[in-house]
Structures are given as structure tokens and as C-alpha cells.
């Protein structure tokens, strides 16, 4: 049976919408907006079960648009890092209770548009490629990827102080995390979280995917950029508050 809880769904619409908007428009940088609606009413790790195949879709839906435009000596340095970050996810799962997930989540749902704001990755004074530092960002984007989809603040904390050109960037940002998804499928499975509940949930929001994708494709000359993860930043942040609101009692 898939999951029929309303309040699931109030979450999970807008927050399927915003992904694909954000992967189609915008790098996918809200991508980690997802997890932490959707953990306000089921479990984190049901959450990112559900949203996997729905952002593997996302990814094969955008990735035409951005073909060959991406990065590929930049990639060379990111996706080895990445693939660290999801192997040390995979043999580390279960050590954490589904109340410390959710304050995990809570703290990059609120560390992200902290870190945004205050311009601490415009502050990084790297001002090319570096693989020390792509390793390190990029393996903790796979980490944090593997955990709850929320790989996208380390690894702007890298890409950002490069000041590529746009369209490069969303293109480099879009294949990394098409190869990201597509490597956690296996340990997912393998970690029994692609249940038959999970999978036709999932199969019932995919529909949403091409709409908030190619939304997203439409947006990206025509709303203000800034103004755009203003507003989403200011929702991850409220959701992230929530999250850590209801969870940390169970610290105590």
C-alpha cells in the first residue's frame, strides 16, 4: 500500500514542485527542501527513499537540456569525492536513530540558507579548480546526498567561488548529481529502503516531475534569481526549525 496520510501529501506536492524547479532552473540548490517536508510527516528515511527514484526522473527529464555544456575537468575531481561521501553513508546507515536523521536534516535544512545569507561560500577564496578541496566538499555532498538528498550546500561551497558562466554551472552542478542519484540506487536497494509502499508512492508523485523540471527551464530567464531562493531559503529555514522543534526533546 502506498502511503495515503493527506498531511504526506500537502508536504510532498510542493516539495516535489520545488525540486524539479530548482534541478531545472537553478542548479537544483533547493534540491534538500524535499526530505525535510516530507519528514514532517513520515519517517526521514522513508522520506528519501520515495524521493530517490522521483530525482533520478528529474535527472534524465533535465538532462538533454544541459548536454555537454557541463564542466568535465571539474567533474573528474567532484565525482570521485562524491562517490566517498555515498560509501561512507551506505556503511554507516542505521547507526542513527530516525530522531538524530531528523535533527540532522533539521540542522543543514537551517545551516543552508545560514550559509547562503551570511555569503559564506562567495567568501572561499579559491578562485579555480582544486582537488583537495573539491574531494573534501564534494565527498560530503555525497554523504549528506546519501543521508537526505541535501547535497547541494557542500558542493556550492566549491563551485561557487569558481564565478563560471551560469549555464556551465547549472549544466556541471545537473550531471554531478545525475551521477550521484544513479550510484546510491544500489545501496539503497540493497539496504531493503525501495520497499513496495516507497516505489508506488513515488510512482503516484512522479507525474509532478516533468511539470516542476521543465517549469523550472521556463523560469530560469524570467523570474529574479535572488528573489527566487530568497523565498525558498526562507521555507527550507521555517522547515528546518520544525524538525528540530519536535526532535530534540528526544535528545533529553
Known sequence: ???????????????????????????????????PLMALAVSPLQAAAVMLPILCLMDVVGFRAYFRKWDTDNLKIMLPGALAGIAIGALTFGMLSE?????????????????????????QHAAGRSVGKGMF????????????????????????????????YVATISVFFAFVNAAKLA?????????????????????LVPIGVYFG?????????????????AGLLVTGMQLIYKDIGHLF
Open 1 to 35: 500500500m502506498l502511503i495515503t496520510d493527506p498531511l504526506f501529501y500537502a508536504a510532498a506536492v510542493p516539495a516535489v514542485l520545488l525540486t524539479g524547479i530548482s534541478k531545472g532552473g537553478f542548479g537544483g540548490a533547493l534540491g534538500g527542501v524535499a526530505v
Open 99 to 123: 530522531s538524530a536523521i531528523r535533527l540532522l536534516i533539521g540542522g543543514l535544512a537551517i545551516a543552508f540558507p545560514i550559509n547562503n545569507w551570511l555569503g559564506l561560500a562567495a567568501k
Open 217 to 233: 527551464m521556463w523560469l530560469q530567464d524570467k523570474v529574479n534569481t535572488v528573489w527566487f531562493y530568497r523565498i525558498a531559503q
Open 137 to 168: 566538499w564534494c565527498a560530503l555532498s555525497g554523504l549528506t546526498s546519501f543521508i537526505a538528498h541535501a547535497g547541494g550546500p557542500p558542493v556550492m561551497v566549491y563551485m561557487l567561488p569558481q564565478r563560471m558562466d551560469k549555464v556551465r
Open 187 to 207: 545501496p539503497y536497494a540493497w539496504l531493503g529502503q525501495f520497499s513496495q509502499d516507497n516505489l508506488a508512492t513515488s510512482l503516484v508523485l512522479a507525474p
